[in-house]
């Protein structure tokens, strides 16, 4: 059975810092996506991650995927305010169903 | 504009009811998602359904039920054999590529 852990579950940070939201996952699965929400409002699509050694980037945020380490990065780049918000990772079963992880919120700090 | 919609947005139901929330896309897209989200808790799978007239159970499946009569809708009934229905609904829908999936914008359920 997929599981997906996303840590830290709470991350403050200030401005202009960088930091590294990591999401591990149990069984082999070669697709991961990144999802951002903001509070009270559905869930938005960031990045798809389809194969070993993908990396995307938009803007201050850079995801990147190792299926070998069933791991994958949400990089934060010189945070700004606007960043803040809870960030989901999800991991793709065989049958294209998606298990998300318990999301990280994101606090940035002025 | 290609979407998804759920409705009603907010939805108060009695104990004992049964409530539908409505989810409708136009992105034909073939798969179909119910999902729960608890406060900390991230995003539990209800129902799923990859083709019209097919749905599989999710992880909490007890208490809800779903139909897919129409590949453009999927609605989620909330019985009342549900005992803490509270939360906020999210329907999404995807291809079978693999794409990812596309939300709709919720419906916030509350019992009174």
């Known amino acids: 059975e997929l599981k997906v852990e996303q840590n830290p579950l709470f991350l403050s940070m200030q401005e202009g810092k960088n930091y590294t939201i990591y999401c591990n996952y149990s069984?082999?699965?070669?697709?991961l996506y990144w999802y951002r929400q903001d509070p009270g409002k559905s869930l938005e699509s960031l990045f798809v991650l389809l194969s070993n050694g993908a990396v995307k980037q938009e803007g201050r945020l850079m995801a990147s995927l190792d299926t070998k380490a069933r791991l994958s990065t949400l990089h934060i780049t010189a945070a700004v305010h606007d960043l803040s918000a809870t960030y989901f990772c999800a991991a793709g079963g065989a049958t294209n169903k998606l298990i998300f992880g318990t999301g990280t919120l994101l606090a940035v700090q002025p | 504009d290609g979407g998804i919609t759920q409705s009603p947005k907010y939805l108060f139901r009695k104990e004992g009811q049964n409530v539908t929330l409505s989810c409708e896309q136009n992105l034909n897209h073939d798969a179909m998602y119910w999902y729960r989200q608890d406060p900390g808790q991230g995003l539990r799978l209800i129902y799923y359904s990859q083709i019209v007239n097919d749905f599989q159970k999710g992880d909490i499946a007890e208490g809800y039920s779903v139909s897919r009569e129409k590949k453009e809708s999927f609605p989620l009934t909330v019985t009342s054999a549900q005992k803490n229905p509270t939360a906020f609904y999210l329907c999404?829908?995807?291809?079978?590529?693999?794409?990812?999936?596309?939300f709709g914008s919720g419906t916030r359920l509350t019992v009174v």
């Open positions: 069984t082999t699965s070669d697709r």
């Open positions: 999404a829908s995807s291809t079978r590529q693999g794409d990812g999936y596309t």
